[in-house]
């Protein structure tokens, strides 16, 4: 889910942006987190809330501004998108999903581009 927010962020708004599992976040991420990095935290409730909630706290540690996307309240988050408590995590998936687009659509419009025609984009898939 991050990897595809990630990228449409990218698509629209050509801003540079990452996604990465929270399992992986110690691996590396946590090197860049200081107070010049944006976080958009996918923090569902059915899966793996706890470990995805201690890392997300490691970002808050280091001053990082962290934008919390989930259906139970995160305290330390700077911006926070409330969800719908789910009793399924794919109904979960695609409301944060849904999240994600319309965020990287507000991103772009606030940036001036004109999402419906996205530069450089091939709008078929051509096979040689």
């Given at each position: 889910?991050?990897?595809?927010?990630?990228?449409?962020l990218?698509?629209i708004?050509?801003?540079?942006a990452?996604g990465?599992?929270?399992?992986?976040?110690?691996h590396g991420?946590?090197?860049?987190?200081d107070?010049e990095?944006?976080?958009?935290?996918?923090m569902?409730?059915?899966?793996?809330y706890?470990k995805?909630?201690?890392?997300?706290?490691e970002l808050?540690?280091?001053?990082?501004?962290?934008c919390?996307v989930?259906?139970?309240?995160?305290?330390?988050?700077?911006?926070?998108?409330?969800t719908s408590k789910c009793?399924?995590?794919?109904?979960?998936?695609?409301?944060?999903l849904?999240?994600?687009q319309?965020?990287?659509?507000e991103?772009?419009?606030?940036?001036?581009n004109?999402?419906?025609?996205?530069?450089?984009?091939?709008?078929?898939?051509?096979?040689e």
């Amino acid at each position: 889910m991050a990897l595809e927010g990630a990228l449409k962020l990218k698509e629209i708004s050509y801003l540079h942006a990452e996604g990465y599992p929270a399992g992986e976040m110690k691996h590396g991420p946590i090197a860049l987190a200081d107070p010049e990095l944006f976080t958009i935290a996918l923090m569902p409730q059915n899966l793996l809330y706890d470990k995805i909630k201690s890392n997300v706290e490691e970002l808050s540690a280091r001053d990082s501004t962290i934008c919390a996307v989930s259906p139970l309240d995160f305290e330390l988050a700077d911006d926070f998108i409330k969800t719908s408590k789910c009793d399924h995590y794919m109904l979960e998936f695609f409301e944060m999903l849904v999240a994600l687009q319309l965020f990287s659509m507000e991103i772009s419009v606030r940036l001036g581009n004109d999402v419906d025609m996205p530069r450089n984009l091939a709008k078929s898939v051509t096979v040689e």
